[in-house]
């Protein structure tokens, strides 16, 4: 980089020397040894004065070019030479705009963010009246009422923690949890879908509790399990949880239309929903892609096993005590 940036310099010594060079040799006036010394006396100052300034500079342009980040400004060497020194103000001006920029942002997020918490909240008191009004109502109706309800809901608490989900190290509690707890107040809250599509649930848990953040460990679960029932007609879902190696395992287990090969490393990104069964219309593709964001947030494993056409087993796995349990305990 230090040639091709001083290349100009070079050629314009290369052009002087050559013309002395050149009048020395047509002047016979001049000797022409006393010119051939001018000549290698020049070439000689020049080349000292290169390296000089390369090795000045070696250090501060080696760090600069190492440079990932705006905010690596303050790891650089001290500037040696007018051109660095006037560089390093430039960076720094271009620095400060920037983190103008990104608190002017931030502050525009966390109103945005703000704005659709109350508005969540907001709604929770219409939902309830509606929940209420669809109480009211006979028969089949009635179910069909409620599944649209609780998919509303479902709908709300994600965008609900998809505004926590940023800021989730601040909101975990980590506590010795109930499973079967958790597990039936998910049932629960799908009982009606449930009734409907015929399905039932096996629940066998030789390992009862286990030490997460029941809040989040219940948003978790409630994906898994919606998106069970979701995809199985007139069947059993099993929940079993296990100890294997030290670390409790919780496997749910459906037997409903599985997940193609080529889905199966997407189904955790955001928004993804399937490349081949578009009839899936209602679905956001978010679920997933929280409760996996989530997970890598509490230490807690989740992978999913799957074959299409025969059913999807999802497994989640807690270390008996992990970094967040440690710090608690400290």
């Known amino acids: 980089m230090y040639f091709s940036q ?67 400004i303050e790891s650089l060497p001290l500037p040696t030479t007018q051109y660095q020194h006037a560089l390093q103000k430039r960076l720094m001006q271009v620095r400060q705009s920037h983190n103008m920029r990104i608190d002017a942002e931030s502050v525009k997020t966390e109103e945005n963010m703000d704005e659709m918490t109350r508005w969540i909240h907001d709604m929770k008191m219409p939902m309830t009246m509606l929940k209420l009004l669809i109480d009211d109502v006979e028969g089949q109706k009635r179910m069909k009422l409620t599944n649209e309800w609780q998919r509303l809901e479902g709908m709300l608490n994600e965008m609900l923690y998809m505004k926590r989900l940023p800021n989730i190290q601040n909101d975990l509690y980590i506590e010795t949890a109930e499973l079967e707890t958790i597990i039936r107040r998910s049932i629960r809250k799908l009982r009606t879908l449930c009734m409907e599509k015929d399905i039932g649930f096996d629940i066998s848990l030789s390992a009862s509790s286990v030490e997460t953040d029941v809040k989040w460990l219940s948003f978790i679960l409630d994906q898994v399990v919606a998106n069970s029932v979701k995809y199985t007609e007139n069947d059993e879902i099993s929940i079993v949880s296990s100890v294997v190696e030290d670390a409790v395992v919780l496997t749910v287990e459906d037997h409903g239309r599985g997940i193609r090969s080529e889905d199966l490393p997407r189904i955790f990104e955001a928004g993804f929903t399937s490349t081949s069964d578009h009839e899936d219309g209602q679905s956001t593709g978010m679920g997933l892609y929280l409760a996996g964001q989530a997970a890598e947030a509490m230490h807690l494993g989740i992978d999913v096993q799957s074959e299409y056409g025969s059913g999807t087993r999802m497994m989640l796995t807690f270390t008996k005590q992990n970094a967040y349990h440690k710090v608690k305990t400290m």
């Open 6 to 72: 001083h290349l100009p310099w070079w050629l314009l010594f290369i052009l002087i020397n050559g013309v002395t060079l050149g009048i020395g040799l047509l002047d016979v006036s001049v000797s022409d040894l006393s010119i051939l010394y001018i000549a290698l006396i020049n070439t000689l100052i020049f080349i000292l004065f290169a390296i000089w300034q390369y090795v000045r500079g070696r250090k501060y342009t080696k760090e600069l070019m190492k440079m990932d980040d705006i905010d690596d």
